[in-house]
């Protein structure tokens, strides 16, 4: 009976599919346990084997917890909206539906052939309007929703209309915009509706505002910052500049407090929750208002450290400040202009990173010291970001060592308030000991005293007030884009209003191009069927508008981190076209048990979905404000790139060990043609199909008659051509020698290199586990009676897997496995008894093998919900020892003797045997030494 993995594993994958094998049920007398995958967003280049990994990890754990008796909830999805398909689009003029759907298709037969016990029943699309209508409803609720900071929550809109009717809105304690127009109740009654609308939107928590955000002229859309890698975008590598626009923003800011307090609830990795609370970035301090010189307006900063105001000798203001413009003196105009102009061109991360570079302009303005009421010059410069804080600080040069690199610059007098005191970094970071001087009311007194008396004095002048601020910015949600959800709004007057929920989902419309329009509007400005017909409450035709009933739809979409931010409760219900998800189902799944996924996703994903779960929990529509339990990171697989090297200026190539001390370029070749001893298959390289032509003149020089290539551990890029197809490994060594290969490779959390070579390893392994099963004449297992040492492997296998598996640490796992298998081997084990649950133990590993040798076993339906073999601890307590019996110091043979014999009884039996007679011949020995449990000496 040979092993036949390919046919085994298309049965197999067959069977589960029409049996749906692994469809969990939303109610169950078992125990339940949510185990979920971040979705993927399927791409044209399908799987790399490095995409599995966290996939393969989570699948382990979803097959113990079956065999453990839970009823296991394992969805998958797509993320299916994005830039990448409607870039495709514009290339092409293809749909992205339509490349999409290609591309999921690819995907699912990937993950198909793995052998993923996925609830297929449960597969969302984000690109689905039955999916999206959801996305469209929870963008309603947060429009209709405020935060009040009395109760700490959101609340519906219309609780605080109908305290703007009563009492006006002095008295409201909400997370609103800045600079509020008071008003009282009979004010609220006598304005009219648009200027309602107006007020209520600086108070919903998803709003229309102008805001600085990425702009990418190239792709013609906004971009979120981890959407931008050294100052371009990450598709395509674009310029990106900073721009004011009118977008749709959320206000996360209100959660900033209860995200960051959350993070001491759950169990997620160390690292990522270290990464949101940087994000999140809480500071204590003061906020302080300085008069400008000259003007009506003010600066207001924020600052951890108001007891150092005395040292304040500049102010630098963010160079997109609303104020630069309107204090700009003319005699400084255009130096501040060419750089507003330069730094737009800059990414606000790239500002953030960039400590080395000093640069600024003088706006001409002066500010006044509060206290001291000197003038103070106002700078612009591009380390102060608009969107952190006011977008201004007070400069201290003898306490920041940007603010002094600046100073220094620019020729900026510094006043040392901290004379004759250590302010060294490490002193003055001890904010214990920090003692300031030279001022009126600070003289003596440490940090906290000062930070007090300042912050007080601040008070009564009317000049600044104590503050908590908060790193983490409202999160801007729109984009300029085609392939997005559409929002579920119509404008009358200007003003956005809702589509009623009963008419969601509003549709995609059809667009001939997938560009901006010639004016700069949207793509969806291409739609000649957008508008919204407030009477018969469907989309019509533009031409239509007429203002009185029809209206236009908004244009922008929605960005890709909406449709994921609640996929995780949609799974538990996906069917349901009536609400978001049933009452029993949420009340049965209630939130993630595991969740694996990258951590590239920190401070994006991660955090928007922990906002949304929160607001969702505050409607009283989820139990949990925190939606996964645990996460885990799982690490990256990496490719081994190989290079070829061109000397500069020729079509010559030399080989790896010619290149010292010659000029040449290294340049990616595709791993494809480069055989294990790092040959180059220099013939295959030619006849390529996509880049043949550019070697075909090229002359390649060897070395002892062969080309050798270099390598290098790069991250898994097809712009490397290091990427190796699953299909290819699965096709030439089976999905269970993957799964265990890319579990082998090292610690979960761990980056690795991949090596094709060394999967070799666990196929042979399973060859030699099918061969303890069966042989060539067919199954040769039986009912024998297992041995001691039989039961000794499977238990100690019992044992080490179950801790490797909860501990998740599968690497470990693999090798037991490979223990146990060369251990029952060499007992010529045949017991059904060991070897059937040793398939249990294997079987969240390596499925496809486990269930056909559990089938050939005589055992019927599938092995997944079989219970996890039970530990006996018994048959690992040694009954016995194995005693070396030495003659005068020199080991002849052993002897098994029980471990509770006495001195004098082990001596007795060992002079009794008749292996000891033979070294003895007849001698009587002089001395017999015994130490139990370990030897025997015979002294003669």
Same mark, same amino acid.
């Given at each position: !009976?040979?092993?036949?993995?390919? /046919?085994? @594993?298309?049965?197999?994958?067959?069977?589960?599919?029409?049996?749906?094998?692994?469809?969990?049920?939303?109610?169950?007398?078992?125990?339940?346990?949510?185990?979920?995958?971040?979705?993927?967003?399927?791409?044209?280049? =399908?799987?790399?084997?490095?995409?599995?990994?966290?996939?393969?990890?989570?699948?382990?754990?979803?097959?113990?917890?079956?065999?453990?008796?839970?009823?296991?909830?394992?969805?998958?999805?797509?993320?299916?909206?994005?830039? &990448?398909?409607?870039?495709?689009?514009?290339?092409?003029?293809?749909? &992205?539906?339509?490349?999409?759907?290609?591309?999921?298709?690819?995907?699912?037969?990937?993950?198909?052939?793995?052998?993923?016990?996925?609830?297929?029943?449960?597969?969302?699309?984000?690109?689905?309007?039955?999916?999206?209508?959801?996305?469209?409803?929870?963008?309603?609720?947060?429009?209709?929703?405020?935060?009040?900071?009395?109760?700490?929550?959101? @609340?519906?809109?219309?609780?605080?209309?109908?305290?703007?009717?009563?009492?006006?809105?002095?008295?409201?304690?909400?997370?609103?915009?800045?600079?509020?127009?008071?008003?009282?109740?009979?004010?609220?009654?006598?304005?009219?509706?648009?200027?309602?609308?107006?007020?209520?939107?600086?108070?919903?928590? #998803?709003?229309?505002?102008? #805001?600085?955000?990425?702009?990418?002229?190239?792709?013609?859309?906004?971009?979120?910052?981890?959407?931008?890698?050294?100052?371009?975008?990450?598709?395509?590598?674009?310029?990106?500049?900073?721009?004011?626009?009118?977008?749709?923003?959320?206000?996360?800011?209100?959660?900033?407090?209860?995200?960051?307090?959350?993070?001491?609830?759950?169990?997620?990795?160390?690292?990522?929750?270290?990464?949101?609370?940087?994000?999140?970035?809480?500071?204590? =301090?003061?906020?302080?208002?300085?008069?400008?010189?000259?003007?009506?307006?003010?600066?207001?900063?924020?600052?951890?450290?108001?007891?150092?105001?005395?040292?304040?000798?500049?102010?630098?203001?963010?160079?997109?400040?609303?104020?630069?413009?309107?204090?700009?003196?003319?005699?400084?105009?255009?130096?501040?202009?060419?750089?507003?102009?330069?730094?737009?061109?800059?990414?606000?991360?790239?500002?953030?990173?960039?400590?080395?570079?000093?640069?600024?302009?003088?706006?001409?303005?002066?500010?006044? %010291?509060?206290?001291?009421?000197?003038?103070?010059?106002?700078?612009?410069?591009?380390?102060?970001?608009?969107?952190?804080? #006011?977008?201004?600080?007070?400069?201290?040069?003898?306490?920041?060592?940007?603010?002094?690199?600046?100073?220094? %610059?620019?020729?900026?007098?510094?006043?040392?308030?901290?004379?004759?005191?250590?302010?060294?970094?490490?002193?003055?970071?001890?904010?214990?000991?920090?003692?300031?001087?030279?001022?009126?009311?600070?003289?003596?007194?440490?940090?906290?005293?000062?930070?007090?008396?300042?912050?007080?004095?601040?008070?009564?002048?009317?000049?600044?007030?104590?503050? #908590?601020?908060?790193?983490?910015?409202?999160?801007?949600?729109?984009?300029?884009?085609?392939?997005?959800?559409?929002?579920?709004?119509?404008?009358?007057?200007?003003?956005?209003? !809702?589509?009623?929920?009963?008419?969601?989902?509003?549709?995609?419309?059809?667009?001939?191009?997938?560009?901006?329009?010639?004016?700069?509007?949207?793509?969806?400005?291409?739609?000649?069927?957008?508008?919204?017909?407030?009477?018969?409450?469907?989309?019509?035709?533009?031409?239509?508008?007429?203002?009185?009933?029809?209206?236009?739809?908004?244009?922008?979409?929605?960005?890709?981190?909406?449709?994921?931010?609640?996929?995780?409760?949609?799974?538990?219900?996906?069917?349901?076209?009536?609400?978001?998800?049933?009452?029993?189902?949420?009340?049965?799944?209630?939130?993630?048990?595991?969740?694996?996924?990258?951590?590239?996703?920190?401070?994006?994903?991660?955090?928007?979905?922990?906002?949304?779960?929160?607001?969702?929990?505050?409607?009283?529509?989820?139990?949990?404000?925190?939606?996964?339990?645990?996460?885990?990171?799982?690490?990256?697989?990496? =490719?081994?790139?190989?290079?070829?090297?061109?000397?500069?200026?020729?079509?010559?190539?030399?080989?790896?060990?010619?290149?010292?001390?010659?000029?040449?370029?290294?340049?990616?070749?595709?791993?494809?043609?480069?055989?294990?001893?790092?040959?180059?298959?220099?013939?295959?390289?030619?006849?390529?199909?996509?880049?043949?032509?550019?070697?075909?003149?090229?002359?390649?020089?060897?070395?002892?008659?062969?080309?050798?290539?270099?390598?290098?551990? @790069?991250?898994?890029?097809?712009?490397?051509?290091?990427?190796?197809?699953?299909?290819?490994?699965?096709?030439?060594?089976?999905?269970?020698?993957?799964?265990?290969?890319?579990?082998?490779?090292?610690?979960?959390?761990?980056?690795?290199?991949?090596?094709?070579?060394?999967?070799?390893?666990?196929?042979?392994?399973?060859?030699?586990?099918?061969?303890?099963?069966?042989?060539?004449?067919?199954?040769?297992?039986?009912?024998?009676?297992?041995?001691?040492?039989?039961?000794?492997?499977?238990?100690?296998?019992?044992?080490?897997?179950?801790?490797?598996? @909860?501990?998740?640490?599968?690497?470990?796992?693999?090798?037991?496995?490979?223990?146990?298998?060369?251990?029952?081997?060499?007992?010529?084990?045949?017991?059904?008894?060991?070897?059937? &649950?040793?398939?249990?133990?294997?079987?969240?590993?390596?499925?496809?093998?486990?269930?056909?040798?559990?089938?050939?076993?005589?055992?019927?339906?599938?092995?997944?919900?079989?219970?996890?073999?039970?530990?006996?601890?018994?048959?690992?307590?040694?009954?016995? /020892?194995?005693?070396?019996?030495?003659?005068?110091?020199? !080991?002849?043979?052993?002897?098994?003797?029980?471990?509770?014999?006495?001195?004098?009884?082990?001596?007795?039996?060992?002079?009794?045997?008749?292996?000891?007679?033979?070294?003895?011949?007849?001698?009587?020995?002089?001395?017999?030494?015994?130490? &139990?449990?370990?030897?025997?000496?015979?002294?003669?």
């Amino acid at each position: !009976m040979r092993y036949d993995f390919n /046919k085994i @594993e298309k049965k197999w994958q067959d069977y589960w599919a029409k049996n749906e094998t692994f469809k969990a049920e939303n109610n169950s007398d078992k125990p339940k346990f949510y185990v979920l995958d971040m979705f993927p967003y399927p791409s044209g280049a =399908g799987l790399h084997v490095g995409h599995p990994l966290g996939y393969i990890a989570s699948d382990i754990y979803a097959r113990y917890k079956r065999h453990q008796g839970f009823n296991v909830l394992h969805p998958q999805g797509y993320d299916s909206f994005g830039l &990448p398909a409607e870039q495709y689009a514009i290339q092409t003029g293809q749909h &992205p539906a339509i490349t999409t759907a290609e591309n999921i298709k690819t995907y699912r037969r990937q993950l198909d052939q793995i052998g993923f016990s996925f609830d297929w029943s449960r597969e969302v699309r984000t690109s689905d309007p039955s999916y999206y209508k959801w996305t469209q409803w929870i963008f309603i609720q947060l429009f209709n929703s405020w935060y009040n900071k009395d109760s700490d929550k959101a @609340e519906a809109i219309t609780e605080l209309e109908k305290i703007f009717a009563s009492e006006g809105n002095l008295n409201v304690n909400a997370v609103c915009d800045d600079a509020i127009e008071p008003f009282t109740a009979e004010d609220w009654i006598r304005f009219d509706s648009k200027k309602q609308q107006e007020l209520l939107l600086q108070y919903r928590l #998803t709003y229309l505002a102008e #805001t600085e955000v990425n702009w990418c002229p190239a792709l013609g859309t906004v971009l979120a910052n981890d959407e931008i890698v050294n100052g371009v975008s990450e598709r395509g590598g674009h310029p990106v500049i900073r721009k004011k626009m009118t977008q749709w923003s959320m206000r996360i800011s209100a959660y900033a407090e209860r995200l960051l307090q959350g993070l001491d609830t759950i169990d997620w990795t160390d690292s990522l929750k270290e990464s949101q609370r940087n994000w999140i970035g809480k500071s204590v =301090g003061a906020a302080v208002t300085f008069n400008i010189v000259g003007h009506n307006e003010v600066i207001d900063v924020f600052t951890t450290r108001p007891d150092t105001i005395f040292g304040v000798s500049f102010m630098t203001l963010a160079p997109e400040h609303e104020l630069v413009a309107q204090i700009t003196t003319p005699e400084q105009k255009a130096e501040v202009d060419a750089y507003v102009l330069a730094t737009a061109k800059r990414s606000e991360r790239d500002r953030m990173a960039d400590v080395k570079t000093i640069s600024g302009a003088f706006t001409g303005a002066y500010a006044e %010291h509060p206290f001291t009421k000197e003038p103070i010059p106002v700078w612009i410069g591009d380390y102060v970001l608009a969107g952190y804080g #006011t977008g201004a600080v007070m400069s201290v040069p003898c306490g920041d060592q940007r603010d002094y690199d600046f100073a220094k %610059h620019f020729n900026i007098p510094i006043p040392n308030i901290f004379e004759g005191i250590d302010i060294s970094e490490e002193a003055f970071a001890d904010k214990e000991k920090t003692v300031i001087a030279n001022s009126d009311f600070l003289n003596g007194m440490n940090y906290k005293k000062a930070t007090k008396r300042a912050i007080y004095e601040l008070e009564q002048m009317g000049q600044g007030e104590g503050k #908590t601020n908060y790193r983490l910015r409202d999160a801007v949600f729109s984009r300029q884009r085609y392939w997005g959800e559409p929002f579920p709004v119509y404008y009358i007057d200007g003003m956005p209003q !809702m589509i009623a929920t009963e008419h969601l989902p509003i549709e995609l419309p059809e667009v001939e191009k997938y560009l901006p329009t010639e004016t700069g509007e949207p793509p969806l400005g291409n739609a000649t069927k957008w508008a919204w017909c407030t009477e018969t409450n469907t989309v019509v035709n533009n031409d239509k508008i007429d203002g009185k009933a029809i209206f236009p739809l908004e244009l922008n979409t929605m960005p890709g981190w909406a449709g994921s931010s609640q996929y995780f409760n949609r799974y538990m219900d996906p069917q349901n076209d009536k609400e978001i998800f049933s009452k029993e189902a949420i009340n049965y799944w209630q939130q993630v048990d595991l969740y694996i996924g990258g951590s590239e996703h920190a401070t994006g994903h991660l955090l928007y979905s922990r906002f949304w779960q929160k607001f969702m929990f505050d409607l009283g529509l989820v139990p949990h404000d925190e939606y996964a339990k645990k996460l885990i990171n799982q690490g990256m697989i990496l =490719g081994t790139s190989a290079f070829i090297y061109r000397e500069e200026g020729t079509q010559t190539y030399l080989s790896l060990g010619l290149i010292e001390g010659k000029k040449v370029q290294p340049i990616h070749v595709k791993v494809k043609y480069v055989i294990a001893s790092d040959e180059l298959d220099i013939e295959g390289l030619k006849a390529d199909a996509e880049f043949g032509e550019d070697y075909a003149d090229a002359k390649f020089v060897l070395e002892n008659g062969v080309y050798k290539v270099g390598r290098d551990v @790069e991250k898994m890029s097809k712009s490397k051509y290091n990427v190796v197809n699953p299909d290819d490994i699965v096709s030439d060594y089976g999905a269970d020698s993957l799964r265990l290969y890319e579990m082998f490779l090292g610690p979960l959390e761990q980056y690795k290199p991949w090596n094709t070579a060394g999967i070799t390893g666990v196929h042979s392994f399973l060859k030699k586990l099918w061969k303890l099963y069966a042989d060539d004449n067919g199954l040769k297992v039986n009912d024998a009676e297992p041995t001691k040492d039989n039961l000794k492997t499977l238990h100690k296998t019992i044992k080490k897997v179950q801790e490797d598996i @909860e501990n998740f640490s599968f690497n470990t796992s693999v090798s037991t496995f490979m223990i146990a298998a060369n251990e029952l081997t060499a007992q010529k084990c045949t017991s059904k008894a060991i070897l059937e &649950p040793l398939l249990v133990l294997i079987s969240p590993y390596a499925p496809h093998i486990a269930e056909e040798l559990w089938s050939q076993l005589g055992n019927n339906g599938s092995i997944a919900t079989v219970p996890f073999p039970e530990f006996d601890a018994s048959h690992l307590v040694e009954s016995s /020892k194995n005693y070396p019996i030495s003659f005068n110091g020199k !080991m002849r043979f052993t002897l098994e003797l029980p471990l509770d014999m006495s001195k004098e009884d082990i001596e007795k039996t060992v002079l009794a045997n008749e292996k000891t007679q033979e070294q003895l011949a007849g001698r009587t020995p002089k001395k017999v030494i015994v130490v &139990p449990g370990k030897i025997v000496n015979i002294v003669g």
